[in-house]
């Protein structure tokens, strides 16, 4: 079993940065493919960012790309989402997941097994 803790959100301005951390506890976690989605108000849970159980690799939704960068210490069993330049449009509850199954990223979210609980993100224009 995994649980994971998100923190980092809060109401900022377009333009700025914010950094959401998900600290995790439980077994294996050094060897689970990490995610984070979001979820807007009337909108299905989007796919964020992902890295690979070794932090290798990571993949981004298209429309975050270039702004907001994924990353893990495997030591403190903690994943980051660093996210720059915010727009209104990123406004969103953000959650981190980890998968069990998979080694490698995925941005499906039926390949996710554990969930956090979510932290809001909110951008102001």
């Known amino acids: 079993q995994v649980q994971l803790v998100e923190s980092g959100g809060g109401l900022v301005h377009a333009g700025d940065s914010l950094r959401l951390s998900c600290a995790a506890s439980?077994?294996?976690?050094?060897?689970?493919?990490m995610g984070w989605f979001r979820q807007a108000p009337g909108k299905e849970r989007e796919f964020v960012a992902t890295i690979s159980w070794s932090g290798g690799t990571t993949y981004y939704a298209d429309s975050v790309k270039d702004r907001f960068t994924i990353s893990r210490d495997r030591t403190k069993n903690t994943v980051y989402l660093q996210m720059n330049s915010l727009k209104p449009e990123d406004t969103a509850v953000y959650y981190c997941?980890?998968?069990?199954?998979?080694?490698?990223?995925?941005?499906?979210?039926?390949?996710?097994?554990?969930w956090g609980q979510g932290t809001q993100v909110t951008v102001s224009s």
């Open positions: 997941t980890a998968s069990a199954r998979y080694s490698t990223t995925t941005s499906h979210l039926r390949d996710y097994d554990y």
């Open positions: 439980g077994r294996s976690f050094s060897a689970y493919t």
